[in-house]
């Protein structure tokens, strides 16, 4: 039981990722070189967590009760406050074209 006990983050836990993820975030830069999906643009944010109330509402909606890590992780964040940056294969960087081509900024 304490193995499974210990691999559910608790609010605390959550906490501490925010903080250190955002403080990543702060010196963060784009690599536009052999990498493709969403990147984190710099001095990104989370979103502030949920309310209990809005997680019932989602619980409802759902038809189920989430589960309690999942829960957790929604007391404490709730999606980043920037854009994502897409690196888009179908339009890689070459030295004919700019970063501008190489990216798509999307809203996640």
Known sequence: MLGIIDKIMKRNDWKTF???SEEKFEKIEVNYVNVWGFQEQ???KWN???STEEIK???KHF???????YYEML???NGFDKDHISINPDKKKTKE???EDAIN???I
């Open 75 to 77: 007391k404490t964040i």
């Open 57 to 59: 509402e989602l619980e």
């Open 18 to 20: 925010k903080k250190k």
């Open 105 to 107: 900024i999307q809203m």
């Open 63 to 69: 038809g189920f009760s989430l589960p309690k890590d």
């Open 42 to 44: 710099k001095n990104t």
């Open 97 to 99: 074209n700019s970063k």
């Open 48 to 50: 502030t967590g949920l």
